[in-house]
């Protein structure tokens, strides 16, 4: 699982394209969630780091 981390906001999803001008995003049935502009993505962050340590990554 991933997490898109945007100035609005967060987009979890379970897999993730880059394309040249951004991320598309999926969910775990592979349905198109969201298309994310690099420009507009502060991190793609694994969720794996949230689960082991409860200190912010921000």
Do not use: K
């Not at 994310?36 to 409860?54: M, Q, R, W």
């Amino acid at each position: 699982m991933f997490r898109a981390i945007l100035p609005e906001g967060q987009i979890d999803c379970e897999r993730y394209e880059h394309t040249e001008n951004g991320l598309e995003l999926y969910d775990e049935d592979d349905e198109f969630l969201a298309f994310v502009p690099y420009a507009n993505l502060h991190a793609l962050a694994d969720e794996e780091i949230y689960s082991g340590d409860e200190r912010s990554i921000m």
